[in-house]
């Protein structure tokens, strides 16, 4: 017998359980009544309670349909008055047991493995932390425990003079990238649902249309919006380095005691089924790094089987739970581009095929956290250090093992993969459309050709294909069938989303939902129609025009 449906937010409320604030440490010098507005210090504990700001009339625009049945709520609770209440950030009158007051929390910063203090307002790196996402509520549905955060859902200690606001046009790409990343079957964050303001709007710095530029050129107002993300937790590798930074520096009496406190939750919001919780400190510890390896690893691996940039791969936007977080300046990649990379500010450590050697400084950054909880038990240490040293032969594993699903071949071949590489780089094709035709396991490399951005008038280069299409082929063991399913049809292109947020800025939300019902289904054949509008290449007069082919991190 199906579960019955959630209808209300009161039989949502009955299902709340805060371990998160149950069982850490409250910021000591906080305003109990959660008016922790104003940027300052924070010293210790792990969260601090803060009130949302409510967007001013808020307006639905969108839920996920497919998280709502996961979850068994009913879609018409999306618009109710009391539900969009709560997720458009006005918690006051919430029916008990759910709580008024929500919590923000810090964590340190490092970019590709280096510890950075200067962006943090007092140079103390006491200031880092969730300046506009503030967590309401922790829910255990069907035996699963959810986290739903607002992103945009107001001022926090940690704002660092910002106005703690998301708006409209991140928020849609976010709630998006969310929905799709969920359905190219890549661990994620997800999306719940996402509502905007009739009346509120904030300043943005943005670029004139048309631009090349690389740095925003003007201010422009747009609407805010608040999207609700759900994870098991939203812990982040640069949270568990905070509290290391601070056992290491002795910065308080229970500095590494926070530390153990706020890494054993980790282990149970995220790998409770597969850590015993009777084990010693030290072989949870160790089991949990092997983990978390094992999950950061493949999600990488995932990331460019699908053709995602996440642009701003710094430790913070790491969650240890091992899935997508943080839809910043992401970027799906259109032609194929080992150094793309979507954010002007990214730079080349952050780039597409990059992403491995990134992920490997911010698993660096995780071993050193942990390392002052073991500093008992030299073998542990030692382990840890094993563990650590040997992530690059693990993500190397998980490459060649996802690259060989992705050519359809039994086991990874350096020499087809490299010669395949060159000649992507030096046709100019589209990363998706390349490995979706290929997946139709083709004749000869016409059909290819639909992915290629310029003509070939090259004899030379068009024999390189047919020699590589014919090695190809000697050694693909998988079906058709069997490749699509690894090999995404349809993606979610920033050139789809401008048009999408500038018609919603209006009012309109048509192309919202047509894309997510599009990215529903990534791997799906679909309509003519659909098919015709958006299974294409970027127009070239894209290319290069700032806000399409590239982002500044501004909202």
């Known amino acids: 017998m199906k579960n019955k449906k959630i209808n209300t937010l009161e039989e949502l409320a009955k299902l709340a359980d805060y371990s998160f604030i149950n069982t850490l440490v409250c910021d000591p010098i906080a305003n109990k009544d959660g008016k922790n507005f104003y940027p300052r210090e924070v010293y210790n ?10 967007i001013e009339n808020p307006k639905y625009i969108t839920h996920s349909k497919t998280f709502f049945e996961e979850l068994g709520l009913a879609d018409s609770l999306a618009q109710s008055e009391d539900f969009m209440k709560m997720f458009s950030g006005d918690t006051a009158n919430v029916p008990k047991p759910l709580h008024n007051i929500g919590w923000a929390c810090g964590y340190a910063l490092s970019i590709y493995g280096r510890e950075y203090y200067q962006q943090c307002p007092f140079q103390t790196g006491n200031g880092y932390g969730d300046g506009r996402a503030i967590s309401i509520l922790e829910t255990v549905i069907n035996g699963k425990r959810w986290e739903m955060q607002l992103k945009g859902g107001g001022k926090t200690p940690y704002c660092r003079g910002a ?3 998301a708006v409209l046009r991140s928020s849609i790409r976010e709630f998006l990238a969310q929905e799709l990343m969920y359905a190219l079957n890549v661990p994620t964050s997800r999306s719940l649902s996402l509502y905007t303001s009739n009346t509120e709007t904030v300043s943005r710095p943005w670029f004139t249309q048309g631009s090349y530029s690389k740095d925003p050129e003007v201010m422009i107002e747009e609407a805010v919006a608040i999207t609700t993300r759900i ?3 939203f812990i982040r590798v640069g949270q568990l380095e905070l509290f290391a930074r601070r056992a290491r520096k002795n910065e308080h009496p229970k500095a590494k005691e926070e530390l153990e406190q706020i890494v054993l939750h980790a282990i149970n919001r995220e790998y409770k089924e597969q850590i015993d919780i009777s084990l ?25 089987r699908v053709g995602y940039c996440q642009g701003n791969f710094n430790s913070d936007n790491t969650a240890v739970g091992g899935f997508t977080l943080d839809y910043g300046p992401f970027g799906f990649i259109d032609m194929f581009d080992p150094n793309y990379q979507p954010w002007t500010g990214g730079g080349k450590h952050f780039s597409f095929f990059n992403q491995p050697e990134a992920a490997r400084q911010n698993f660096n950054m995780f071993c050193s956290a942990l390392a002052p909880l073991l500093e008992a038990y030299p073998n542990a240490l030692e382990n840890l250090a094993t563990i650590r040293n040997n992530f690059a032969k693990v993500m190397v594993e998980k490459l060649q093992k996802m690259w060989a699903s992705k050519l359809g071949l039994n086991k990874f071949d350096e020499e087809l993969f490299n010669s395949l590489i060159s000649l992507m780089i030096e046709t100019k094709v589209d990363y998706t459309i390349f490995f979706r035709e290929l997946s139709s396991i083709p004749e000869d490399i016409s059909t290819l050709e639909k992915s290629f951005y310029y003509q070939i008038d090259n004899e030379n280069i068009k024999n390189k294909w047919k020699d590589w299409l014919k ?28 048009p999408a947020y500038e018609e919603a800025k209006d009012g309109d939300y048509t192309l919202i939902h047509e894309l997510q019902n599009i990215i529903a289904n990534p791997y799906d054949e679909q309509s003519t129609e659909i098919e015709k509008k958006y299974y294409r290449k970027k127009p070239l007069e894209f290319f290069d025009i700032a806000g399409i082919s590239h982002v500044s991190c501004s909202s």
Request: proline share 9%; aromatic share 12%; glycine share 2%.
């Open 471 to 498: 090695n190809w082929k000697s050694k693909v063991n998988a079906t058709s069938k069997e490749m699509k399913a690894i090999n995404p049809k349809y993606t979610l292109r920033e050139w789809f989303l401008v």
């Open 45 to 54: 504990g792990h969260y601090v309670p803060v009130i949302p700001t409510p």
């Open 163 to 165: 106005d703690g606001r």
């Open 231 to 233: 994870a098991p937790s």
């Open 280 to 304: 010693p400190l030290e072989e949870k510890i160790l089991l949990f790094a092997k983990l978390f390896r094992e999950r950061l690893t493949l999600l990488v691996a995932n990331w460019i």
